[in-house]
């Protein structure tokens, strides 16, 4: 069987950061059903639309890593009640020119310390994944969303470890591989 070619975005740019954890889970735990490489956000210089026709080798590597997967996991804290500065940085990439995320199938996921996860985060994401230069095929909410709450408790040497957690992750990944083969555009 072949391997989904899967891109994964992390939010957040801290070393010993709860979303890497779950980047870590995902990469272990699918390796049998999916190939799954990291984008390195933060080192994409600002969105700048003067340079968006001819962007730095680094932007057009990202670009190319975005066309190239089948599909894309974005793994987002929440800073402020959004996403990370970072984050939308890199989205307003993708979204110029090449507009390389429109159809692409998305999987959204964040992890935080807090009692509701990452859930105001995740809800601005869809919103800006819905926009017409992004227009990404996110998996629809209703039992999809991944929003690991108390995530300083259930992550340990950089992996998450919380069966509960676990188990739900392997509902959604597989409704996500379910969903990307009967939805093709």
């Known amino acids: 069987m072949k391997k989904l070619n899967v891109l994964a975005i992390v939010g957040s740019l801290r070393n010993e950061s709860l979303n890497s954890c779950v980047l870590e889970t995902l990469k272990e735990r699918y390796a049998p059903e999916w190939s799954i490489s990291a984008a390195d956000i933060g080192s994409l210089p600002f969105y700048n639309q003067d340079i968006e026709l001819s962007p730095p080798p680094i932007v057009k590597a990202f670009l190319e890593q975005v066309t190239e997967a089948e599909a894309v996991i974005i793994v987002t804290p929440e800073y402020n009640w959004s996403i990370p500065g970072?984050?939308?940085?890199?989205?307003?990439?993708?979204?110029?020119?090449?507009?390389?995320?429109?159809g692409k199938p998305v999987l959204i996921m964040g992890a935080s310390t807090g009692m509701i996860g990452t859930l105001r985060a995740q809800t601005h994401l869809r919103q800006i994944l819905s926009s017409p230069g992004l227009n990404a095929r996110v998996l629809p909410p209703g039992g999809n969303e991944v929003l690991i709450n108390l995530a300083d408790r259930k992550c340990r040497d950089g992996r998450l470890i919380n069966e509960e957690t676990l188990s739900f992750l392997d509902q959604?990944?597989?409704?996500?591989n379910n969903w990307i083969k009967t939805n093709k555009p």
Request: aromatic share 10%.
């Open 86 to 102: 970072v984050l939308k940085n890199a989205l307003d990439w993708l979204s110029r020119v090449e507009k390389v995320m429109v």
């Open 172 to 176: 959604v990944v597989n409704r996500f």
